[in-house]
């Protein structure tokens, strides 16, 4: 194929006739450059590694995400290996290099990210890990949007409430559940069958804790050698130090959580002693101020004052399988500067576990997201 709006030479006759290694090299830097143009500004693919979002998603699923519904976000690490995203492969040393950074700027979109849109981001914990990496070179994560800019969410007994009203639960998402038997084990290929994780174990000297979809627990409870199954959820008022913002005195866990307020770009938040904790990561990382707290007095950037006006907007992110996945109720908000793009269709999928000739579960193949 003669690409003469690639190399211009190719159309003149006089012209020396190229070397075959020429023409190779030609054809293939082409090839990464038209590559990158459509991995940058319109559609990527990617693989699911975890099972945070079974069973809407399954480990092994290869998805294409698109750059466009969003609006493609330009570069903000110019000068990288192409098809490389932090880490070059087998080398284990950086694939880009930082003394070049671009601003954060988006394309014009097809539309905003809006709740119940499965999206890709950059993981936004990596914003002041000990291997610090620019915000586009940060890992890859997957998760259901639950709330966006301005809304107020809370969970009570893992149901989603935006604005007070109940948010619909995604209809394959998994949360975990007491069960007893009767002491006779329950066949594998059931368990595979339906979906149902056991390896949390034993939770008390009676009970297990299996994660299932809900559509699972009406025909386990079929089986005779099951006694009892209810779901296991986290009492409001008992405090896990684990999820965001990480202070006893608010009383949340993963499953009775809030209300918190998402912030939107300009909205000035009052800062005061039982919010601080809440905004103070996305004011002083995310946004990039200096903020001190001393005494009962805020200062951001030298200046005392108890309010802020935020920049950027945020969002709320939750996996599917509400136990099993590390979300927003553990590290907040996802600045709109961390949005990749948003997942279309599964165009293969592939299970290690199963046996050779079931490794492809072809009734996923090309599956869209919902």
């Not at 990210?113 to 890990?129: H, L, T």
């Not at 949360?175 to 006779?184: D, F, I, K, P």
């Not at 200062?299 to 099993?324: A, L, S, V």
């Amino acid at each position: 194929m003669s690409w003469k709006f690639w190399n211009k030479s190719a159309a003149d006759p006089k012209k020396k006739k190229k070397s075959a290694s020429r023409e190779w090299f030609d054809a293939i830097i082409f090839a990464v450059v038209a590559a990158t143009l459509i991995r940058g500004l319109f559609i990527e693919a990617f693989t699911i590694p975890t099972p945070s979002m079974e069973c809407s998603l399954l480990v092994g699923d290869f998805l294409f995400v698109s750059k466009v519904n969003y609006g493609a976000r330009t570069p903000m690490t110019p000068i990288s290996f192409p098809f490389a995203h932090h880490t070059m492969p087998l080398f284990d040393v950086k694939s880009y290099w930082d003394g070049i950074k671009l601003p954060y700027y988006r394309l014009p979109g097809l539309s905003h990210v809006k709740k119940g849109d499965v999206v890709v981001f950059n993981y936004p914990m990596d914003a002041d890990s000990p291997l610090y990496r620019p915000v586009d070179k940060r890992e890859n994560y997957i998760k259901r949007c639950q709330g966006t800019p301005g809304d107020t969410l809370k969970l009570i007994n893992t149901q989603v409430y935006i604005n007070g009203k109940p948010e619909a639960t995604p209809p394959n998402s998994q949360t975990s559940y007491l069960v007893r038997t009767n002491g006779q084990e329950l066949n594998p290929q059931v368990l595979y069958d339906l979906h149902i994780d056991p390896s949390h174990g034993q939770v008390n000297a009676t009970d297990l804790e299996w994660i299932m979809p809900h559509e699972s627990v009406p025909t386990l409870k079929g089986y005779s050698n099951i006694t009892y199954i209810a779901p296991y959820i986290q009492p409001a008022g008992q405090a896990d130090l684990q999820v965001f913002p990480h202070d006893p005195k608010l009383k949340w866990n993963v499953d009775n959580y809030g209300p918190v307020i998402i912030p939107k770009k300009g909205w000035t938040v009052t800062l005061d002693s039982t919010n601080f904790m809440i905004y103070e990561r996305a004011i002083k990382l995310y946004e990039n101020n200096k903020l001190e707290k001393r005494g009962n007095d805020i200062y951001i950037n030298g200046t005392k004052t108890n309010q802020y006006t935020f920049k950027m907007d945020y969002y709320w992110m939750m996996g599917d399988n509400r136990h099993n996945s590390l979300d927003s109720r553990f590290w907040g908000f996802v600045p709109e500067d961390h949005i990749v793009g948003k997942a279309l269709f599964v165009w293969m999928s592939w299970d290690e576990n199963a046996s050779f000739m079931h490794k492809i579960r072809w009734e996923r193949l090309f599956m869209g997201i919902k």
